[in-house]
C-alpha cells in the first residue's frame, strides 16, 4: 500500500537558518503530494501541494518539488522565523488508483525556531 | 469562520462506555473523512462519506466503530464498549471536490481519553 517516510524530529533551528524536512514516498499510482502544518493548539492546515512529477508547491516562502525520480518532496524555506515553529507532516492522495482520495500521512516533523 | 467544526474536544470516558463524536463540514462539501491519530503518528484514515453514503471503512475501524452521515450534511462516529487502546485524537476532514489533489480541511480533533 501507500507509505510516506518523512525525516525524524524534533528539529531546532535559530531564526534565520535554512530548513529542510526530507519526505519519501511508495505508492503503485501517480499520487498528488501535500505538506500539511498543524501550529500549536490549531488544526491541520495545508501548507503546499503539488500535483504532477516536477510541479513546485510553495506558499509562506515554504517550497517543494515533486521528484518521481527519486520519489520525494522534500520541503524547504530559506529563512525561519519563530512563528514557523510547529508539527509538520507531507502526505499523499490518489496513490493507488482508486477514487478514494484518501490522505496518507508521515509521522511528522515537530519544527522549533529559536529566537 | 464557517470551517469544520467538532464535539466535543475533549472526551474522558471509562472502558466499556460508549462514545460519539459529531463533525458538522464546511457546507456544501461533498466529501467527508475520518482520521485517527495517536501520539507522535500521522493522522491515518478511517473511512469516508460521499453524500450520505458511507464509501469505505478501513481495517482499523472495527466492529465497535460506527459512523453516519444523515442526510449528507454532519457526521458521527460512534465507539461501542471503549477500550484503552481507542484513546487518540479523531479528526474529520471534509472536501468540496473529490480529486488526486484536492485539498481537504481538518476541523480540530476530538481528543478522547479512555481510563
Known amino acids: 500500500g501507500d507509505s510516506v517516510t518523512q525525516m525524524e524530529g524534533p528539529v531546532t533551528l535559530s531564526e534565520e537558518a535554512f530548513l529542510t524536512i526530507n519526505c519519501t514516498y511508495t505508492?503503485?499510482?501517480?499520487?498528488?503530494l501535500f505538506w500539511y502544518v498543524q501550529y500549536p493548539g490549531e488544526g491541520l492546515q495545508l501548507l503546499l501541494k503539488?500535483?504532477?512529477?516536477?510541479d513546485k508547491g510553495s506558499n509562506k516562502g515554504f517550497e517543494a518539488t515533486y521528484r518521481k525520480e527519486t520519489t520525494s518532496f522534500h520541503l524547504e524555506k530559506g529563512s525561519v522565523q519563530v512563528s514557523d515553529s510547529a508539527v509538520y507532516f507531507c502526505?499523499?492522495?490518489?496513490?493507488?488508483?482508486?477514487?478514494?482520495?484518501?490522505?496518507?500521512f508521515g509521522k511528522g516533523t515537530l519544527l522549533t525556531v529559536n529566537p | 469562520d464557517t470551517g469544520v467544526s467538532q464535539d466535543p474536544r475533549h472526551k474522558i470516558t471509562k472502558r466499556g462506555q460508549n462514545v460519539t463524536f459529531r463533525c458538522d463540514p464546511i457546507?456544501?462539501?461533498?466529501?467527508l473523512y475520518w482520521y485517527r491519530q495517536t501520539l507522535g503518528q500521522g493522522p491515518e484514515f478511517l473511512t469516508y462519506?460521499?453524500?450520505?453514503?458511507?464509501?469505505?471503512k478501513s481495517r482499523l475501524l472495527s466492529d465497535r466503530f460506527s459512523a453516519e452521515r444523515p442526510k449528507g450534511s454532519f457526521s458521527t462516529l460512534e465507539i461501542q464498549r471503549t477500550e484503552q487502546g481507542d484513546s487518540a485524537m479523531y479528526l474529520c476532514?471534509?472536501?468540496?471536490?473529490?480529486?488526486?489533489?484536492?485539498?481537504?480541511?481538518f476541523g480540530p480533533g476530538t481528543r478522547l481519553t479512555v481510563l
Open positions: 476532514a471534509s472536501s468540496l471536490v473529490w480529486a488526486s489533489g484536492a485539498e481537504q480541511f
Open positions: 503539488a500535483t504532477k512529477a516536477d
Open positions: 505508492a503503485t499510482g501517480y499520487p498528488s
Open positions: 502526505a499523499l492522495s490518489g496513490g493507488g488508483g482508486g477514487s478514494n482520495y484518501k490522505l496518507t
Open positions: 457546507s456544501e462539501h461533498n466529501r
Open positions: 462519506f460521499q453524500n450520505e453514503a458511507q464509501l469505505e
